[in-house]
């Protein structure tokens, strides 16, 4: 029973770890006052892009036409390193 809990407990501080890594970096746009797309763990702003629900051109024109007048925009990456 306590190796499972041990077990149980590790993994969940493994993952809990994984998931601070991958999100340690969402603020980053948002402490320089810059418009982003909203990330999500793992896969950033590139959700529509992995899950293949765009296509890579559409995608970048939509985020321009949606800040086209203030000419920036952020964006978080697939988080692999």
Do not use: C, N
Request: charged share 15%; glycine share 8%.
């Amino acid at each position: 029973m306590v190796a499972i809990l041990l077990t149980l407990g590790l993994l969940a501080s493994i993952v809990a770890l994984f998931l601070y890594y991958s999100t340690s970096t969402f603020s980053h746009w948002k402490d320089k006052g810059v418009p982003f797309v909203k990330p999500y763990p793992l896969v950033g702003s590139m959700w529509p892009l992995v899950s293949m629900q765009v296509h890579i051109g559409e995608y970048f024109e939509r985020l321009y036409k949606k800040v086209k007048s203030q000419g920036l925009y952020g964006y978080f990456q697939v988080t692999i390193d």
